[in-house]
């Protein structure tokens, strides 16, 4: 810890407004599984994590503004008036910024009727006072008024990691002016942002140049009546009631009635327990990866359970009788494919039996009890045991318990594959966490102490055996049992098949589009230093932004404190203005289709050639599956340099096809189904194309020959919008229309769905006194912040209330269809095999003469899995490559 004591202040909102949009091209790349935006999330704890890098502080505060109506309001209606609202996107992330504050051991803190800059600027004062180093970061340059000798304000110049360092010293040299000449600088310029106007036509440049000559607002006004006469003497004595106010809105509060000294900004560090279940929900595995275990001398200590080495000489002792035993095959990494084996433990509470070399599962006797279905076994992670098994010629049959699947049923919110954090979410304290034992990341091994690991396989082995009556009774009480024994339990071993199975893909294939792109890219290169002029780093904002809006005098859309804006949206709207600006686009598709696919995907295929994809069964609270090593879900379906990467997919088999099956517009027809709304239920029952329905209302059409393409895709993003719960800013977001517009849409399509609102509604008022949301299987999702008085906690739960439905029940549906595909498979004896699920989209390989069985077989499987109020739809199709199957 540092010997002098220093206080670090952070303008909370500013810092966060910063963060969105610093990483706002990234919006929709940053959602975690449960829908939540987080970038905003993200960039602010980088900026945490440089800022307390930087300043090295012993006392810490984060102030939030308390809302809209401070003081400055009932000086000036017009005080801030013109700030459009809080993008919602933002606003639902502002509660998980407070709780990273709080993992981080951070006080932060609000105040009614004053704004986060007069908390700073009254805690600066103390810390100043009380011989503190003082730091202030923001955004905003407002609070650079505080400057002093010990008050430091750093302002954030790029994103939120480059910083400016206001000082007595930089102000005057780079304004010439003091800290405190700021505020009376702000008085006659006015400040666009925060509303207030100054005075008349005097800029910054103007009102600089009036306060270096009279030192202050005040010595102006004393002196005006000796000014030449000129229009800005007439608009200072005009304005001179305005000026005077306008200072006042503009000063910082170094007084206000805050309730918190010193002693609470005290700085302890962070709490990684806290930090890791945080980041868990919010999918941020990068940091994860950063977090070490701590110690807790305080922790319970574990008693030694009876354990015995596990040999072939006892296995016969250690697998008799028929009574269920946990089994286990234990190791260190995620990716089972292709993980060492560590351990493999069985047993009951009489005896647990431990065996730390891998060549235990190859012997015939555990080989022959593993396959045996009469032998019932307790595991956790059914699929992640089966595979490893799988790998040393072994089968699993007769799984009853899983912990993990049947934790994850119970609770989707808390949905940990680490087994030691599950028992800690059912009151079970006699086992460690794997991080706890092994270590996090690069740093994760077996334990020097041999029978601390030992012990660490025994106490997990126990806890599954003892915790399996009352998870299962659990289950029982919440009408969850047959989603358990009907769907989940078996879809696990449906995908660890599916997993062993593989999908082959072809390296040379992938070497030639990535040769090939390198030739576009460089061609590409090119072309666009033509247009330019020169070469630059197209890849730097800075510099293609001075190319296109300074050199090529093309008109910015946005611009920020930090340079011209070059996203994605601002380039599209530039399209029609220069030839460079599709040449960048598409340099920028192609550079991470290389990166990503290319490059990515030849990373990934085993030695048998094939790509071996982990299907995540317990990740997403509606019950979606997830891809991951690689995640094969998210192969672009709709740019064609992206979908040439399918090429590369193939059979495995000479003479054989794939086959593609894929469900149409599943969730808006389980929103016909469960709204029972009868506009709706009947475009589906006349297959009508439900998205030129929807446009005609909103776009106030009378024939659906006048609904155009255009129309058509911005009714589809209005359609599936409304499944996703999504705001009028993000709509007008996703379609590029502005947000009146948006909410317009939005409007009418209530108006033409009256039965979907009513829905919206009753489902949120069904969450709120029952606490969950169900799918049509009972598949339940707690919303523990349904009732929240925080308003962002709260909407985000309704949002959350209205979605869950629609896409777990949509997850139920293709989950019954896998599970009746794969029985229907073995009972036809057919040699096709199901390779990949991609959202509602099922792929098979098959020999020639197997296809049409299969256009036959799997559209009559996918279509009957659920009986819904209105039909199911399935589009095949079937070609020599993935590609060729769309």
Known sequence: MPTTKKLLLVDGNSVAFRAFFAMHSALDSFINRDGLHTNATFAFKRMLDNILEQVDPTNVLVAFDAGKVTFRTKKFEEYKGTRAKMPGELAEQLPFLHKLL?????????????????????????????????????????????????????????????????????????????????????????????????????????????????????????????????????????????????????????????????????????????????????????????????????????????????TAANLPQALAGDAPKTFMIEMLGDNYHTEPVIAVGLGTPDQWYVATQDAILREPALQTWLADAQKVKYVFDAKRNYVAAHRFGATINGIDFDMLLVSYLLNTVDNSNDLG???????????????????????????????????????????????????????????QYTLYTDLERPLAIVLANMEIAGIKVLPDTLKAMGVSLKERLQDLENQIYTEAGHEFNINSTKQLGTVLFDEMKLPPIKKTK????????????????????????????????????????????????????RYIQTLTQTGRLSSQDPNLQNIPMHQDEGKQIRKAFVPSHPGWQIFDS???QVELRVLAHVSGDRNMQEAFKENRDIHANTAMKIFHLTDPSQVTDNMRRQAKATNFGIVYGISDYGLSQNIGIPREQAKAFIDAYFEQYPQVK???????????????????????????????????????????????PIQGSAADIIKVAMINMAQALKDQHLQATMLLQVHDELLFEAPREEIPILEKLVPSIMDSAVKLAVPLKVDSSFGDTWYDVK
């Open 662 to 664: 894929d469900y149409s």
């Open 562 to 613: 930090t340079g011209y804006s070059t996203s994605v949206a601002v380039l599209e709207k530039l399209q029609d203005e220069s030839p460079i600006i599709q040449m960048i686009l598409s340099y920028r598709q192609l550079a991470k289709i290389q990166s990503t696919y290319v490059e990515g995907l030849l990373s990934q295929i085993h030695p048998d050639g094939k790509i071996h994809t």
């Open 758 to 804: 009513d829905w919206t509604e009753q489902i949120v008022k069904t969450a709120r006194e029952q606490g969950y949301v169900e799918t049509i299987m009972h598949r339940r999702r707690y919303l523990p912040d349904i009732n929240a008085k925080n308003r962002n906690l709260r909407q985000f739960a309704e949002r959350t209330a209205m979605n869950t």
């Open 421 to 479: 954090s599950v028992a800690a979410q059912h009151g079970y304290t006699g086992v460690e966490t794997d991080a706890a034992v092994y270590g996090t990341g690069k740093k994760r091994q077996v334990p020097d102490d041999q029978a601390v690991f030992i012990q660490h396989i025994a106490h997990k082995l126990a806890c599954v055996y003892n915790l399996q009556p009352q998870l299962v009774k659990d289950l029982q009480a919440h009408e």
């Open 102 to 310: 709080d993992a981080y051991g951070i006080k932060w803190y609000e105040l009614k009727n004053y704004e986060a800059d007069d908390i700073i600027g009254t805690m600066a004062q103390e810390g100043a006072k009380a011989g503190m180093a003082v730091t202030v970061l923001s955004g905003d340059r407002d609070l650079t008024q505080l400057a002093s000798d010990q008050i430091t304000v750093q302002v954030t110049l790029k994103g939120v990691t480059e910083l400016e360092a206001y000082t007595p010293a930089h102000f005057q040299e780079k304004l010439g002016i003091t800290p405190k000449q700021l505020i009376d600088v702000k008085a006659l310029m006015g400040d666009n942002s925060d509303n207030y106007p100054g005075v008349t036509k005097v800029g910054e440049k103007t009102a600089l140049k009036l306060i270096q000559e009279y030192g202050s607002v005040e010595n102006l006004y004393a002196h005006v009546a000796d000014m030449k006469k000129s229009k800005m003497k007439e608009n200072l004595i005009n304005d001179k009631d305005m000026a005077f106010l306008s200072k006042d809105l503009a000063t910082i509060r170094t007084d206000a009635p805050i309730t918190l000294g010193l002693a609470d900004t005290v700085y302890p560090g962070p709490d990684n327990q806290a930090l890791l279940a945080l980041y868990q929900e919010l999918d941020f595995n990068s940091f994860i990866k950063d977090l070490a275990p701590q110690e807790d001398d305080d922790a319970p200590v574990q008693k030694d359970l009876p354990v015995t080495a596990l």
